[in-house]
């Protein structure tokens, strides 16, 4: 079991970026909406961290693993007992695992904003092409707008088979002007997954958003 879910992360198959990271040095920093941000001497910015994590509110336990976006006003609290942090995908801000290794966790977060709908289709693209099957070949089970964070967000759940394996995604996405790009997918075995909810509802309840 660990080690299907863990070739789902090598492969890439849970979601996907229009961007990858950029190194750049710090030119300045600016003000805006009560949050820092960092001027970068390649045209880009990004939030300070501690910043981003001040205007949305979250505050994290003592010993949480937190996960602060760098290109969004997005902050994780997550269990440090469930999960670890691994090493993350090229096109991934962060990835974790839990201690078990039956649920992956994937933040993809990016500062460009392409819109929820080619976001959605994207996402359905990139399974397909990940899982080496046609785009009707990927079962899109459910599809619903949810609250997380005191934000609206987009869920969209699809399966497929990987290598004789039933795997199910589940992706929380949200692309709006004023805030960028985000994603947080979980992703496992099918026949696990509603074994997997209690660990899912609480990251989701651990997640802050700002502006």
Not at 96 to 116: P, Q, R, S, W
Not at 150 to 175: K, M
Not at 183 to 202: K, P, R
Request: one cysteine or more; proline letters at 1%.
């Amino acid at each position: 079991m660990a080690s299907t879910i863990a070739k789902l992360a090598l492969a890439g198959l849970c979601a996907c970026a229009f961007s990858a990271p950029v190194l750049a040095a710090e030119l300045g920093r600016v003000q805006l909406n009560g949050r820092t941000v960092v001027l970068n001497d390649d045209f880009t910015w990004a939030y300070d961290k501690s910043s981003a994590k001040q205007a949305a509110g979250g505050e994290c336990s003592a010993g949480a693993e937190v996960m602060d976006s760098q290109n969004v006003a997005l902050t994780a609290c997550l269990d440090a007992a469930i999960w670890q942090e691994v090493e993350q995908l090229p096109e991934h801000e962060k990835d974790y695992f839990t201690k078990d290794g039956a649920l992956g966790l994937a933040f993809i977060n990016e500062k460009i904003t392409v819109g929820n709908e080619a976001l959605r289709e994207q996402i359905v693209l990139n399974a397909a092409a990940g899982l080496n099957v046609s785009v009707e070949d990927v079962d899109i089970r459910r599809e619903e707008d949810l609250a997380i964070g005191g934000a609206e967000w987009r869920v969209i759940e699809y399966g497929a088979n990987f290598n004789g394996v039933d795997v199910v995604f589940v992706n929380h996405f949200r692309s709006v002007n004023g805030f960028g790009t985000a994603q947080i997918v979980f992703y496992t075995n099918d026949n696990l997954l509603e074994e997997m909810s209690g660990a899912i509802d609480n990251v989701l309840a651990g997640i802050s958003v700002g502006p």
